[in-house]
């Protein structure tokens, strides 16, 4: 078992810089695939030649979160989180199968590059397209400067002998190994502990090059650099999976050896505990079917990958690539996560379990620091590519459905490629400024604004697809009542209620109404709303229907 | 009620998708999470039961159906969907919104 945690050396830095190097170089690979075409439709749609290994691994909720956040629960859990997490089984199948295939056709037709675009078109409104565009800047915005504090807080731990922390689920000051903290106290770089000059640095690194190489290469550089970090991914999990189950003597070993070290209740739901909390209650487990599933449907930057799908063959692929995919992830993780607590009972930070657990595991190989880097720079990878993949909608929601519509319609491709980059480098400095003090709740924030989107967008998406009788008022209300729902519970859980003592442990969290998730009262309000006001309001004109919903 | 031969083909075949992936979400729903609840929530005092080192709830109700969704993905996308034209892309000048 062991009794000491090891630390990164050169070769994980060294790991993480090939990976930033090929990241750069698929960037200026994509920048020459983007110069056919018009700027908008080649730099924010790729245009919408999309591949099946490219929409599989890029279009559904994957991202930093996979790495660092669900192994975490996992390990402090124990098997419930298998639960928790059992409805992406069928994401493949609802992700691509709800709405792809009808997404794609509209936006082609209508010609949208946006989402907001594609509301506006749909229903011939400009005020559809702003409100759309308005939730999309700010709960993006929210989530995107949470996710380089992520990126940074990687730098920092992959530096030789740093301490492996980064940020606590509940958004804590993260702990440090007891040694490391003794050092980063005693040594200061311009009146910084060597800790927060490690987090700087790592912060303006991380910005420089995930804007450098987005900028370069527009949506398809977010595009191929997330599926370069799924593949890293799949073969990190991999490796590790193989590694734990040789330590630890085979996979019968694993959930025994844990339960050893918890309580039976680590093989049980709601889930183990030393507080109290109940992770997964029946309600919650209930809920979780709608998060996932609709969280990555409702997802701007998954929709805008719907739309820039190459074909219909594509789409098919992507469903049992994905499926695979997804197999290989969550459940391995959750044996590896075992494993940890098996090896590792007592890790102080459970957000650290895989960089421990890819230390630990590789510790005595040869050649182990860089396989350990290979293991660490897939969450990286993963931060970095949600970045990218929001500046993109940021940008395109800033340049081209405000700038371009309210501002200069006649804008050329010159001067839209102009205030694209100049956007792309201001989001870079907001993010930075708003780090100087780092944001706290980081993953809650994530959770939220995420739920948000979705709760806003799931059931309009739906709507602009299939049901003729839909109205711009209709879907705006949607829009706001599923945003309203969730800000209105987040209040209510924040400020106004006692801990429930329900879910992941948080101080930013949502009132969970009758133990259901926010997500569901989002869906529903959107959905009621949004059908009333719709059947309330005169019905859309019978031309733009028989346009976007008859054969043409 | 739309005529089929006025509807979209494109619209009509992902509305049939989308109808068959919603009943897999109900259906994956409904073995997973009730046989979840009904054999996966004990109070921790009985000794665990495995089976290969996995508790038994779990390999019933997560690890089975996650290797059956494998085949119905298959299902779904090799004998359900279908390919059709997604056709041109519309060129249009972007009006303004600017009032």
Redesign the interface.
Known sequence: MADRFAAPDYGVLAALVVFVVASIALAVYAQRATQKGSFL?SYFLGN?GLGAWALALTATVQSGGTFMGYPALVYSHG??V??WI??Y??V???GF???A??L??LS????AITVPDLF?ERFDS?AA??VSSLLIIVFMTFMMVAQFKAGASIMKVVWPNAAVAVDAADGTAPATDLKAEATSKSTTTGGLSHDQFLFYLGLVLFTITVVGYTMVGGFLAAVWTDLFQSVLMWLGVMLLLGLSMYQLG???????GA?AQT???F????GYSTDGRQFLT?GL??SV?FVW?FGGLGQPASLVRLMACK???T???S??L???YN?MIY?PLIFICMAARAAMPTVPVADEVIPRMALWTTRDLPGGSLLAGLILVAPFGAVMATVSSYLIVIASGLV?DVY????N?KATERQLQSWTYAVMVLVGIVAIVANLKPVAYLQAIVVFCGSSCASSFAVPALMT??W?RATAPGVIAAMLAGAGMSLTLLVLGSLCMDDQMLGPKTNFRSYYLLGLEPIVWGLLASAITGVVVCLCTRPPSAKRI?WL???? | MVAPTTEDPVLRSARREAVVAALVWAIALTYTVGGSILYGYRDGAEPVRYVYGVPDWAVWFIVLPWGASLVVSWWFAYCWMTDEPLGEEHDQEVPSDGR
């Open positions: 439709s919408r098997w419930i298998g639960l059992a409805s089984m069928v493949p199948i609802t199968g709800l709405l295939k009808r794609a056709q082609r037709r209508s010609g506006r400009p397209g702003v085979g996979i019968g070993n694993l959930t025994p339960v309580s039976p209740q093989a049980y739901g709601p029946p487990a209930f079917f599933v074909d219909t063959q789409i098919r692929r469903v049992l994905l499926a695979v197999s459940l081209h371009q519509r309210f501002i319609p697809a299939f003729r028989a919903f008859d054969a043409a």
